[in-house]
């Protein structure tokens, strides 16, 4: 249940980092909301995960998959460019979270 939990929670992590960019400041009221909740909800739930789960292991995880998805988020809209070595960047951050989920 950790890891599924520790999965959502880096999926909002995503959500929340996407909605403070789109926040401008906290200047606009759905964004601000949209990012407090979702560091709410993403923090409980890294929180939770960490009970079970070691912390080095947990943070690195959260921190992968969000910032995997803010950044592929972001080259999809089209935010931020795209280039192939970005890519294969990105699916190496990728490929060290399925890694730490495979040796632990």
């Given at each position: 249940?950790?890891?599924?939990?520790?999965?959502?929670?880096?999926?909002?992590?995503?959500?929340?980092?996407?909605?403070?960019?789109?926040?401008?400041?906290?200047t606009r009221l759905a964004p601000s909301v949209v990012f407090g909740v979702g560091?709410?909800?993403?923090?409980?739930?890294?929180?939770?995960?960490?009970?079970?789960?070691?912390?080095?292991?947990?943070?690195?995880?959260?921190?992968?998959?969000?910032?995997?998805?803010?950044?592929?988020?972001?080259?999809?809209?089209?935010?931020?460019?795209?280039?192939?070595?970005?890519?294969?960047?990105?699916?190496g951050i990728v490929g060290c979270v399925i890694g730490l989920?495979?040796?632990?």
């Amino acid at each position: 249940m950790a890891w599924i939990v520790l999965v959502v929670s880096g999926i909002l992590e995503a959500v929340w980092a996407t909605a403070l960019g789109k926040s401008d400041g906290f200047t606009r009221l759905a964004p601000s909301v949209v990012f407090g909740v979702g560091l709410l909800l993403s923090m409980a739930g890294l929180a939770y995960a960490m009970r079970t789960l070691p912390t080095g292991t947990a943070y690195a995880i959260w921190v992968g998959i969000g910032a995997s998805l803010t950044v592929a988020y972001a080259m999809v809209t089209g935010a931020e460019s795209t280039s192939v070595v970005k890519i294969l960047l990105i699916l190496g951050i990728v490929g060290c979270v399925i890694g730490l989920k495979v040796l632990h």
